[in-house]
């Protein structure tokens, strides 16, 4: 009875999916060059050469980071997680604009500086231990670190309380609501994909790598043989790219670890060395990357005629996160397109030609790190 009727009924309800506003469609980011080249191809062949050239040159790219070392890459991982919750608040913010929400952008970015400032505050007291005993002003700061984010935090969560306005409370709520959720899926996951990459670098890469060749085996298989349509949330999956996707993936993560488990800068726990202010990647290598013969089963010796066979421990843990990346990682993409389903967008943003936004590759990576993480601490330590 103490709600004015005006503020009961002029609130947006988003109970049906009818009443969420439209967002502009992403224009066509394509290069003009490439554009010309494939002017006389059908659509489906221009994206798969779009597709195809960018996938290329986003690998290239990876694996030059990969050259640069440790620090490159968690660079990269925090790039890309700005940049996840970016698009992601984006459209909250493009939906929501016409309601004039006050402070809505400005307490979302606010908010993703103190989850960043706690979890990589947590990171530098566990890992830069050395670093930190030298320099008395960090010492304060990582002796109080909680208690610092917690009043951030604070700050921020009384910004967003002074911030309500009458007719508009219901749906800042719901804004303040998507923002913790997208920091969920973003921060958390990528303060544990850091964390993998601590434990050695072949923990990172071959997640990282198993989901991208799952994503590429799944469209190849897809494009060429795809009849059978897999989930209704994603009409051009089929059951011959996620059948075709699953074996090439297997197959690939047991390869490709077969050859990191024999470098030491793959393998060897990242480390930082204060003596020469630069991450370390020198070890004995453990038990998981030595060389030991197994016997063949029974049934397989019939087929391969091999008796036993020599392989490094890790690599049956890499059938396990291939498998992971095959049959659940994709649960990632499909979650990411009911998400898009129910705003109406065909892609998170434009950024890459051909792919979308960078939340587009990399929704299932999110939920590969998770299981990375839980993996090695339930079965490796």
Request: hydrophobic share 45%.
């Amino acid at each position: 009875q103490e709600v004015d009727l005006d503020e009961r009924f002029g609130e947006l309800d988003l109970r049906n999916d009818s009443d969420i506003p439209d967002v502009p469609p992403s224009t066509d980011s394509t290069p003009e060059i490439l554009k010309r080249a494939l002017s006389g191809l059908s659509a489906r062949w221009k994206n798969w050469w779009i597709r195809g050239i960018l996938t290329l040159a986003m690998i290239s790219m990876f694996f030059l980071i990969i050259y640069l070392g440790s620090f490159m890459l968690m660079l990269l991982v925090l790039s890309i997680q700005v940049k996840c919750f970016h698009e992601i608040i984006t459209i909250g913010y493009r939906v929501y604009h016409s309601y004039d929400l006050p402070w809505f952008r400005s307490l979302s970015w606010y908010f993703l500086l103190c989850v960043n400032y706690f979890f990589y505050g947590e990171t530098v007291a566990d890992y830069f231990a050395t670093f930190v005993q030298r320099r008395e002003q960090l010492q304060f700061l990582i002796r109080y670190h909680r208690f610092i984010s917690f009043a951030l935090y604070l700050a921020g969560f009384c910004m967003f309380v002074l911030s309500l306005v009458k007719k508009h409370y219901r749906l800042q709520f719901y804004m303040f609501a998507w923002t913790h959720v997208t920091l969920l899926i973003t921060v958390t996951q990528s303060h544990l994909v850091i964390q993998n990459l601590f434990e050695g670098m072949i923990w990172f890469l071959v997640p990282i790598s198993s989901v991208i060749c799952n994503d590429i085996t799944a469209y190849i298989f897809g494009f060429f043989f795809g009849r059978t349509p897999l989930i209704k949330l994603s009409p051009k999956k089929t059951w011959e790219g996620f059948i075709g996707g699953f074996f090439s993936t297997v197959a690939f993560g047991f390869i490709f670890s077969y050859f990191l488990a024999q470098h030491q800068y793959f393998v060897c726990p990242v480390e930082y060395n204060s003596e020469t202010n630069r991450f370390v990647t020198e070890c004995e290598p453990s038990e998981l990357f030595r060389m030991k013969k197994y016997s063949v089963p029974p049934l397989l010796q019939a087929v391969l005629g091999w008796e036993s066979v020599n392989m490094y421990p890790f690599q049956m843990h890499s059938i396990a996160l291939a498998t992971f990346a095959s049959l659940i990682g994709p649960f990632g993409g499909f979650f990411a397109s009911g998400f898009k389903r129910a705003f109406k967008i065909k892609d998170f943003a434009d950024t890459i030609p051909g792919h979308g936004g960078i939340m587009d590759r990399f929704d299932c990576q999110y939920l590969m790190a998770t299981f990375v993480h839980v993996y090695i601490t339930s079965f490796i330590r």
